[in-house]
């Protein structure tokens, strides 16, 4: 082997290192900030003023997921290519998995409940959000009301 073609190949192992790094670093980042948001996602019970920040980043859960299993498929090629099969975890994906789907479960819970958060614009005039009064049917139909309900029925 030439001194020219023993670079060529250092050349090539240092590429492909390198291309198994940017892999293993861009699944990792995606893990790092899925596991941030079911982190905050097991914490909102006893945290509820995490619940819109919570309901915001969610919406990045299902590309997020895709993204983690377009990297992890990326990890391992990268391995293939380096002959290191060995150091691929076969058990990663279940995990993340596993958080994505409690993560996803604690979301939806709380993204049914209503939030009572005062507008920008209220807080700036000194508003509080206007609720209608409850009326028991007694009362309105003594104010006057038509309705079926109200009118007493004939015995026959």
């Known amino acids: 082997m030439t001194g ?10 240092r590429v492909l290192h390198r291309a198994k790094t940017i892999a293993v670093l861009n699944r990792d980042s ?22 819109p920040i919570l309901l915001t980043a969610a919406g990045d859960l299902d590309s997020l997921w895709d993204t983690f299993l377009q990297h992890n498929d990326a990890v391992l090629n990268e391995l293939l290519d380096l002959d290191l099969a060995s150091e691929y975890s076969v058990t990663l994906e279940a995990e993340v998995r ?20 005062v507008t ?3 807080s700036l005039i000194g508003l ?25 029925s004939v015995a026959s």
Not at 98 to 117: G, S
């Open 4 to 13: 020219s073609e023993k670079e060529a190949i250092e050349r090539e192992l």
């Open 30 to 51: 995606t893990l790092n900030r899925m596991k941030a948001i079911a982190d905050m996602a097991s914490r909102v019970r006893e945290a509820p003023e995490l619940k």
């Open 98 to 117: 596993t958080l994505y789907f409690d993560a996803r479960a604690i979301v939806e819970e709380f993204a049914n409940l209503p939030t009572n958060r």
């Open 120 to 122: 920008w614009f209220q």
């Open 128 to 152: 509080t959000p206007f609720q209608f009064p409850i009326i028991p049917v007694a009362l309105h139909c003594a104010l006057g009301s038509q309705k079926s309900h109200c009118r007493p």
